[in-house]
């Protein structure tokens, strides 16, 4: 007897709508206010909170996405620290309200086979959010498409070069094309995520996270990750993603393309909470 297994929903009715309709009303009125061009795209980092505060952001990078149906590989961090740190689902079908949307074994096979860290497990996925989160907007824009999750659980910049060039592997293999997107927010500021470098008025926070996360995008846009892991390592500022978007540059670094970032917005702009503001960049690769 064939087995299927299914992830249900961990995050809706937190960082997104319960309820399909709502869901769509709000993806539909982030789409409708964004600023971005469809291109070819080989990739992308996207954010990963609460719709309500990154969906601004989100939405720049989903509208830049072809209409053509495709296969999309997300890395996502681990956050719950649940399960094997670096962590593929290699067969299932994910749910949100919005439907289902199925796991393209062969490619995930390839990937874990040409990975020496990567293993099969879904219970490092089962609660994570930082790629469930991602389905809907997918969901919204294609009638049907496939994807490979792949959870990470470490920031080490040799698995993130081994996940990388695993997808490289995997493409050669499969001759699949596929859009890899990984899942990360950027600078987390307040006494609530233990980083407070700069003291002072809301401007000057304000200013110091725009900087960090401004040079850290820079980084990204020239696909380099030890300069993005120099910058990290220099303001020692919390980057969730770390690891998917290490993965994500050493899987383009053969290819002629750039990054570019498409918009830039921080949680202070809807909570206007001065203790606890994290910031968010939406990047292509074109």
């Not at 309200?97 to 860290?117: E, F």
């Not at 490979?148 to 080490?156: E, N």
């Not at 307040?190 to 980083?195: D, I």
Request: aromatic fraction near 10%; include cysteine.
């Amino acid at each position: 007897m064939l087995y299927i297994i299914i992830r249900n929903s961990a995050a809706a009715g937190q960082f997104y709508p319960r309820n399909s309709s709502d869901i769509e009303s709000m993806i539909n009125k982030f789409t409708r206010k964004a600023d971005a061009e469809k291109a070819d795209i080989l990739g992308g980092v996207t954010p990963h909170a609460g719709y309500m505060y990154c969906g601004k952001t989100q939405a720049h990078v989903y509208k830049s996405l072809p209409d053509e149906k495709t296969t999309f590989v997300i890395l996502g961090p681990n956050h719950s620290r649940k399960g094997t740190s670096e962590a593929i689902m290699k067969s299932g079908i994910w749910k949100t309200p919005l439907g289902a949307a199925r796991i393209n074994t062969d490619l995930a096979q390839a990937i874990l086979d040409s990975s020496n860290c990567l293993k099969d497990d879904y219970e490092a996925h089962n609660q994570e959010h930082s790629i469930e989160v991602q389905l809907p907007w997918l969901q919204s824009k294609y009638d049907s498409f496939d994807f490979v999750p792949i959870g990470m659980g470490s920031h080490d910049i040799k698995k993130g070069e081994d996940i990388g060039k695993a997808l490289i592997e995997a493409k050669k293999k499969t001759s699949t094309n596929f859009v890899v997107l990984a899942s990360s927010d950027f600078t987390h500021f307040g006494a609530s995520y233990g980083y407070k470098p700069v003291s002072g008025g809301i401007g000057r926070k304000l200013d110091y996270i725009k900087k960090v996360d401004m040079e850290a995008a820079s980084a990204i846009e020239k696909l380099s990750p030890e300069t993005l892991v120099d910058i990290v390592s220099k303001y020692d500022t919390p980057i969730c993603g770390l690891g998917p978007i290490i993965s994500l540059l050493y899987y383009l670094e053969k290819e002629e393309v750039a990054g570019e970032l498409l918009d830039y917005s921080t949680s202070y702009e809807v909570s206007k909470n001065e203790d606890s503001i994290v910031g968010y960049c939406g990047i292509v690769m074109k």
